[in-house]
C-alpha cells in the first residue's frame, strides 16, 4: 500500500498531462491557464513526495528512498522554477505553451522513474522518452540552419547508445534486467558478452550525463538553443541521471569496480579540463556555464570514483548544491533582456550591474558558491571531495580539482567584469518580480543553508562524511 | 558578555551592509545614507571593541575570549573566535583605517554604494579572519576577504577591470594552496586545532614540507614581496578611490599576521633552509621599492611605496627567530595603520585638488594650511620620528633584526631612511611657494571632518608614545 501511496506523485503528473490534452482539445486555453496545470501538477506531486519523504517503499519495478524522493523533490523544485520563468517567454513570442508543458511534466515524469527504477528495462526505455523529449525540446527552440542541424546530429547519437543500450538488455535477457539479478547474470555471460553489457549500460548514462569525451552534444546544444531550453538541458535531467549512475554502479557494478575505478578516474580528470578549458574560450554565457557543468559532473566522478559510502554521499550533495546554484544564475539570466529578446553574449550585458544591482549581485553569490568559495556550500562540497580523495589516499586528485577551477575561473571574472564592472551598452527590459522573488528564495535557501546544513536533510550524509 | 561581544564585532558589519544595499541614493546618485550607515556601524564596532580591550588581561598574550558557532561542517563541530591583544590591536587599526577611508570618499561619486557596502563585508571578514582561534574558522575568513575586495577594485576601477581579475586570481591561489595544506593539517591532526597550537603539531617531514610551502606561499602571495608582489602594484597603482586604496593597503596585515599566529617564535624546520633566500628577496624589495619612491614624483607613488616598506619591514621582524617581538609589532602596526590610512585619506585629497592646477601639484599645500598641518604632522609620526608608537617599536624590532643578521638589518635601517628623506621632500616640494603657477584659486583646504579626524590620529599616535594601551581601563 505504502508503495502505491509512493506512486502519487507519478499519477499527479499523469493526472497533470492528461488535463492539458483535455485543454488542448477543449480550445480556447491560454498559455497561461497550460503553465497553471503545469506547476499545479508539480507542486501536487512535490506535496505528494513529502509526504512520504521518510518512508521506503518498492513495488515491482521500482523502489524509493530518501536520495530518490529528495532527488525527485529537486527535480520537481526546478522544473516549477523553470516553468515561472518561462511562461515570459510564450506569452510573449506566442509559442506552443501546451506541448512545452506537457513536455515537462513528461520529462518530469521520467526523471522519477530514472530515479526510482530497479529494473533497466523501465530505466533504459524512461531514458530512451527522454532522449525523444530532449530532442522535441530542442525543435520547439528551432530557430536556426545551426540548430537544426545540431538536433539532427543529437538524434542520431542518442539513438545510437539507446541501440547499444537496447543490445545489452537483449544479451542480458529479460528475466536478469532486475537491478539485483542483473550483475551475476552479467558476470556470467562470458567476458566479451559482460564487457559489451557493460559498456551498452555505461555509454548511455555518460553520453547522457554529458561526461567528456561524450560531451559534445551539450555545449552545442545549449549555445544556440534558446534559454528556457538552455535552462532545462544544464539543470533538469541531470539530477535523476546521476542519481540512476551512481544506484546503478553501486547495484550492478560494485563487483567490477576495481576496473570501473580507474576508468572514471579517466573520464573525470578529462571531464574536469575539458570543461575548464572549454568555459574560457566562449564568450556565450550559456556555453561558459555549460563547460562549467562539465567540470563539475568530473569533479563528481573523481568524487564518487572510489564508491565507497562516503564518496556515494560526497558526489550525491554536490549535485544537490551545484544544482541549487546554478539554478540562481540561470533565473539571473532570464532577466538579461533587452526589447524582448534574451541576451547570451558578454558583450552585450554589459553594466547590467548598474541597473539591476540586487540581480547582479545575486548572480555575484551563485558563481561564488559555484567557484567553491568558503563558507558557500560550493566549498563544503569541496572540502567533502577532498576528505574523501585523502581517505581513499588519492591526494593527486585534490590538485586536479583546485587547478581545474583555477583554470575555470578566470571564465567566472569574464562573467562577473561584464555584469558588475563594464559600462552599460544595452537597454534592458525591466526585470520581473518574478525573477527576483525567485533569486530572494535561492538566496535565503543558500544562507539558510550555510547556516543550517542539516535542512538539506542530510545529517545521516554528513555524519558518514564526518566519519 | 565578552563571548557574545566578539561575535557581535564580527557581525555588526555584516548586518550594516543590508541596511547600505537597500539605502536610497539622492538625485545625484550619491549615497550619504550609505555613508552615514557606514559611519555609524564602524564607529559602533570601534566602542565594542574598546570595550572589549577592557574585558580581557592586557598583560597576557594567549587568545583569551572565545565564542563559538556551532557548524557541523567544521571539524570540531563549531567555528571558535577569541581575541589578545595583537588581534584587538590589528582589528581596531583596521575599523580606524575604513573609518577614515570613508572619510576620505566624500568627493568621489561613483559606486558609493557598492564601495561602501563591500567595505563592510570586508571590515566583516577580516574581523573574523583576525579574530580566528581555530585553523577552520582562520581559514574560511581568509577566503572571505576576498570577494568583496575583488568586487571594491573592480568598481572603483572600471576601466582597468583586468587588475580587479589580477587581485582575484593571485589571492584565489594563496587560497587554495591554503586550503589544501589545511585538509593536509587536519589529516595529520584528525581534531580542531587551534591557530596557536599549529606549530606543535608533530607531522612527517615530507609531509611537513609540502604543507609549510602551502601555508607560506598563500601568506607570501597577501604582501608585495618580489616576486609575488605583481596584484598589489598592478591594483594600487590603478586606484584612485581612497577607501578603496585604504582596504586594498590593508590586505598584507593579514598575510603577516597568518605568518605571526602559525610560526611565531621560529620557521619550521622543513622550510627553515629557505628562509635566508626570502629575506634577502624582502630587503631587495624594500631597496627597490625605497629608491623608486626617491625618483617617484607622484605623492600617491611614495605613499605607496612607505606602507609597503613599513609591510616588509614587520615581515623581517616576525621572520626573526625570537616571539619577543609580537607585541612590539603589534603596538607599531596599530600606530602604522593609523597613520598610512590618515595619509590616504589627505594624501588623495591633495591629489584630487591639484588636477586642477596646470602644472604639477608643487606649492599646492601653501594653499591647504589645514592639510599642511595635518600631513606634516603625519608624515613626521610615520617617518619614525619620537611622536608615536612607531618610533620606540620600531627601534626594538630593528634591533632584533639587526641582532639576527646585520646585513639584513643595516639594508632595512638605510630603506627606512630614505622612506623618511622622500617623504620629508615630497612635504618640502609641496609646500614650496615658488612653484606656485595660475589655478590656485580653484584649490580648496580639506573640509573641517577630514582636517578633525587627521588631527584625532596624530592625537592619539602621541598617546600611544606616552603608554600603547592608554586607551584601556
Known sequence: ?467 | MAENLLLIIIFLPLFGSLFVAFSRDDDAGVSRNAANVSVWIVCCNILLILRLFSLIDVNLDAIQVFGRIPWPIAPGGSLTFGADVLALLIVLGIHVALLLGIFGLKDVKESQKGILFSSLLFLSAAGGFFLAADLFAFYIFFVLMILPLFVQIGLSNGSGQKTASRFFLYNILGAFLFLISVAALYAAKNDAIMIDHISDIQMPRKAGIFIWSGVFLAFVLRLPVWPFHYWISSVNTALKNPLVFTSVSLMPVSGLYGFIRFWPAVVPEEISSFVPVFEFLCVLTMLYLAFSGYSSTSSRDKLFSYIFIYYLLYLLGVFSPTDVLQRNIAYSMFAFLLVSAAMIMIVFYIDRESEKLQNSPNGILCLQPKAALAYALLILAGAGFPVSALFWNNFVIVSEILNTDVYIGTTAVFTMLLTAVFQLQNLYDLRDKSCLLPGQEKIRDIDNLRFAAGTIIVMVLFLSFIKPLWFVY
Open chain 1, 1 to 467: 500500500m505504502s508503495g502505491m501511496f509512493g506512486l502519487l506523485n507519478m499519477f499527479a503528473l499523469f493526472a497533470g498531462m492528461l488535463w492539458l490534452g483535455i485543454q488542448r482539445v477543449w480550445g480556447g486555453f491560454s498559455a497561461k491557464d497550460y503553465f497553471l496545470t503545469a506547476k499545479i501538477s508539480v507542486v501536487a506531486s512535490i506535496v505528494f513526495s513529502l509526504l512520504i519523504k521518510e518512508e521506503n517503499w518498492a513495488i515491482p519495478y521500482f523502489s524509493a528512498n530518501v536520495p530518490s524522493i529528495w532527488t525527485f523533490v529537486l527535480t520537481a523544485g526546478v522544473v516549477y522554477l523553470w516553468l515561472v520563468l518561462s511562461l515570459k517567454w510564450f506569452v510573449v513570442e506566442d509559442l506552443p505553451a501546451c506541448l512545452f508543458c506537457f513536455l515537462s511534466l513528461a520529462a518530469l515524469l521520467c526523471c522519477h522513474t530514472i530515479a526510482s527504477t530497479v529494473n533497466f528495462g523501465v530505466l533504459f526505455g524512461a531514458m530512451a522518452v527522454l532522449a525523444l523529449i530532449n530532442y522535441l525540446f530542442l525543435y520547439l527552440s528551432q530557430q536556426t540552419e545551426e540548430l537544426h542541424n545540431i538536433s539532427s546530429r543529437y538524434g542520431l547519437s542518442v539513438l545510437f547508445f539507446i541501440f547499444l543500450a537496447a543490445l545489452s538488455l537483449y544479451f542480458l535477457t529479460p528475466e536478469n534486467w532486475d537491478l539485483q539479478h542483473s550483475a551475476g547474470a552479467a558476470a556470467a555471460a562470458g567476458t566479451l558478452k559482460t564487457y559489451f553489457i557493460l559498456a551498452g549500460i555505461l555509454f548511455i548514462f555518460l553520453f547522457m550525463l554529458a561526461v567528456a569525451p561524450l560531451h559534445f552534444w551539450f555545449t552545442d546544444t545549449i549555445a544556440p538553443a534558446v534559454l528556457p531550453v538552455a535552462f532545462y538541458f544544464s539543470l533538469v535531467p541531470q539530477i535523476s541521471l546521476w542519481t540512476a549512475f551512481i544506484k546503478v554502479n553501486l547495484q550492478v557494478l560494485r563487483p567490477l569496480m576495481d576496473n570501473l575505478d580507474a576508468m572514471y578516474l579517466v573520464l573525470g580528470v578529462l571531464s574536469v579540463f575539458v570543461g575548464a578549458i572549454g568555459a574560457n574560450t566562449s564568450r556565450n554565457l550559456k556555453k561558459i556555464f555549460a563547460c562549467s557543468g562539465i567540470y563539475n559532473l568530473g569533479v563528481m566522478l573523481l568524487t564518487t570514483a572510489s564508491f565507497t559510502d562516503k564518496s556515494v554521499f560526497a558526489g550525491l550533495v554536490y549535485m544537490q548544491v551545484y544544482i541549487l546554484a546554478l539554478a540562481g544564475i540561470y533565473t539571473v539570466f532570464y532577466g538579461f533582456k533587452s526589447r524582448g529578446d534574451y541576451l547570451y553574449n558578454l558583450n552585450m550585458i554589459g553594466g547590467f550591474a548598474k541597473v539591476r544591482p540586487f540581480a547582479a549581485g545575486a548572480l555575484l553569490f551563485f558563481m561564488a558558491s559555484l567557484a567553491g568559495l568558503a563558507p558557500l556550500p560550493g566549498f563544503w562540497v569541496i572540502w567533502a571531495a577532498m576528505g574523501g580523495f585523502a581517505h581513499t589516499a588519492r591526494f593527486g586528485l585534490t590538485a586536479v580539482v583546485l587547478g581545474g577551477m583555477l583554470l575555470l575561473i578566470p571564465a567566472y571574472l569574464q562573467v562577473v567584469r561584464a555584469v558588475c564592472f563594464s559600462k552599460k551598452n544595452t537597454n534592458f527590459d525591466r526585470t520581473e518580480n518574478s525573477i527576483y522573488a525567485i533569486l530572494v528564495f535561492l538566496t535565503v535557501l543558500i544562507l539558510l543553508l550555510v547556516c543550517r546544513p542539516q535542512l538539506l536533510d542530510i545529517q545521516m550524509q554528513w555524519a558518514a562524511l564526518a566519519g
